[in-house]
Each structure stands twice: as structure tokens, then as C-alpha cells.
């Protein structure tokens, strides 16, 4: 299945989608009052894994600039808790985009 993630940064709800592109369908990741959730990346669990078996990583700031958070999904519990969140030291900016490289060696 087709599906992509993003983050919504330019308007004043606090949540990403998953977004099916083969239904249509969309499911919602509420991050609460207050969030701005980044851009984000998927990571596979493994090289054959299916394309949910993944975390979803993103940057979640505070719509007042006082901190960011690292946050992990559940890419097949897309709507569910985050599986991790890393409270930064330190205010990361708004729109830091991240990339995953593959391993040298794979």
C-alpha cells in the first residue's frame, strides 16, 4: 500500500496525517493543544520490512517557541500514543528538514 506522511506547520491544528494514496483515506495523529508537528521521516525496522512496519520521526515545537520534542510513531498505529518522545535541550527551528541515508555497507 501506497501512503505518505506529513506534518502540518502552516495552519493552527496540532496534527499530522497519514495519508493512504490508494483509498484516499487519512488517518490523524493529534499531538495536543499548542504542538506544531515537523516534517516527517519514516524509518523501515528492517531492509524487508512491509511499508508501515516503520516509525514515523518528526519534530514537534511549541506554537510559543519555548521548546521541540523528537517524537516517534507507530507507523501501523499511526493514531496511537507516541511510542517515544525526546524532550530537546535546546529549541530546534521551525522547518529543519532531516534526511535518512542508507548504511555504506548496505
Known sequence: RDWSVTG???CALPISHQHDLETGSAVVHDFGEGAVPGECVVALRSASAAEDDAWAILFVHRRDGSTTELAVLDASR??????ARVRLPCRVPMGLHGEWLPDAGA
Do not use: E, I, M
Open 78 to 83: 499511526f493514531a496511537s500514543p507516541r511510542v
Open 8 to 10: 502540518v506547520q502552516t
